[in-house]
């Protein structure tokens, strides 16, 4: 393999060199490394940016396409190798020099952290935690909508904690931010890597609110909607047929984040549940 990149890599006038910028990021059944390389073909600051895109989509067959993009199309398991690669490789870029002596870093060889040569100071790749919460009234969800989301697309709040923060209270912080919500109960549900915007360690629970305490007061300083949704409303959602909602006068298709996406999960867990509970006992 490492022939075939050295003769790719040598056709676009490239060398061999390159290839100890790469990072570890998993390994076959069969135990066979697999390796991550950022030939750099979206930034105009790298070393490889001569690296023409369209004459390596020749080349290799395919198309480049956005990692956001990339979540309708990709397996759970190519996803999470993509996601790690591309965090990894954008904290080594990002981390090319020590900030305390200003000296250039080392990478070690799998590109599990960097190392000042001057003080020896040794950098490790972070995650930032993020909460994501469903939040219930018990018969209906609260879902939430930047304005930076696609038309009609609604999902859970989330938010990072803030330093010192245990995540019991990001959550509560974050619900009483972001919709003005006193929680009842916390339960919780699963974890994921998140690429965007730099690497999230995001951590899943549902929630509920008090009784009665159902009333939301949109922070629209954070967000550009949030409301209550029907068992059935997330269930057609889920299907992927509407409904459709009004939104700043126009109206779209209620959407859901795509199946990748632990907010997705969250979700579908949340209906699921209903639908037990309202089974005859
Ligand atoms: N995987 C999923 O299903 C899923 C679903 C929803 C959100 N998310 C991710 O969760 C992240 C957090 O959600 P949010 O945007 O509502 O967060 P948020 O409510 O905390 O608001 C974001 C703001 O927090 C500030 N902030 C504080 N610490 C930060 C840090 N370490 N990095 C970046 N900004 C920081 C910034 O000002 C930023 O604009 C999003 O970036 C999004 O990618 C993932
Ligand atoms: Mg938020």
Redesign the pocket.
């Known amino acids: 393999m490492t022939k075939e990149l050295e003769s790719l890599l040598g056709k676009f006038g490239q060398d061999a060199q390159v290839i100890e910028d790469s990072v570890l990021i998993g390994c076959s059944d069969q135990h066979e490394a697999w390796f991550a390389l950022d030939l750099g073909l979206n930034s105009s600051s790298s070393m490889y940016a001569s690296i023409p895109k369209p004459e390596m989509e020749t080349e290799l067959r395919g198309s480049f396409v956005e990692l956001r993009k990339a979540l309708f199309k990709l397996n759970s398991m190519d996803s999470s190798l993509l996601f790690t690669a591309q965090a990894l490789l954008r904290w080594h870029d990002n981390h090319q020099f020590c900030s305390r002596s200003g000296q250039p870093t080392k990478k070690n060889m799998a590109g599990s952290k960097r190392v000042c040569p001057s003080n020896k100071i040794i950098y490790y790749p972070q995650m930032?935690p993020?909460v994501?919460i469903l939040v219930s009234d018990g018969s209906r969800c609260l879902l939430a909508r930047?304005s930076s989301f696609p038309k009609g697309l609604y999902?859970?709040l989330?938010?990072?904690c803030d330093i010192g923060e245990c995540i019991e209270d990001a959550i509560r912080r974050?619900v009483a931010e972001?919709v003005g919500l006193e929680l009842e109960s916390l339960q919780y549900s699963a974890s994921?890597h998140?690429p965007?915007?730099?690497s999230?360690l995001?951590i899943a629970c549902h929630a509920t609110v008090k009784p009665g305490h159902t009333e939301i007061q949109v922070n629209l300083r954070?967000l550009e909607a949030a409301a209550w949704f029907s068992h059935d409303e997330v269930v057609t959602a889920l299907r992927g047929e509407g409904p459709y909602i009004q939104q700043q006068n126009k109206t779209s298709p209620f959407s859901l984040?795509p199946k990748l996406?632990?907010?997705?999960q969250l979700i579908k867990e949340w209906v699921e549940k209903q639908a037990c509970s309202s089974l005859p006992a």
């Open positions: 930032a993020v994501i930047q999902s859970a989330a938010g990072f974050e972001e994921q998140w965007f915007p730099n999230s995001m954070e984040p996406a632990i907010a997705h």
